[in-house]
């Protein structure tokens, strides 16, 4: 799993500078298992940096996403999520209320190595989600 440590020497490496901005997202971003929309963590880091724009927390994302900080899960074109980067998994969403859960299983990458030997493609990474009803809407 990508460490704080890690990401900001990411950083000093690419010569970009740790804002206090961003490193408030690392922050975030690193703690616990949550998958986070960008509205979320605007409102979260609002709190703490009133003065910081959505704009602001968009183009560090698309940042943190470029030098392999953080994961984008897609949903479609309307709505992505995003993680901080650990070890290669999967996902279960809640069909009814967007809940999303990490699954590991490495015999999942038997797929992908698979693909890749009959498609003849360079395969450098895939997404699997699972889509179902979590318990809590089970019980409602």
Sequence with gaps: MLSIENAVQTLKEKNIRLTPQRH?????????????????????????MPSVSITTVYNNINLFCELGLVKEIQFGEAL???????EDHYHIVCSE??????????????????AQSISKFDISSHNLQFYGTCSNCEQK
């Design 24 to 48: 408030e997202l690392i922050n975030i971003l690193s703690k616990g298992n949550k998958h986070w929309t960008v509205e979320e963590l605007y409102q979260l880091l609002n709190e703490s």
């Design 80 to 86: 992505s999520k995003y993680e901080w980067k650990k």
């Design 97 to 114: 209320c967007g809940e999303m859960v990490d699954v590991w299983y490495p015999a999942l990458k038997e797929v992908e190595v698979f």
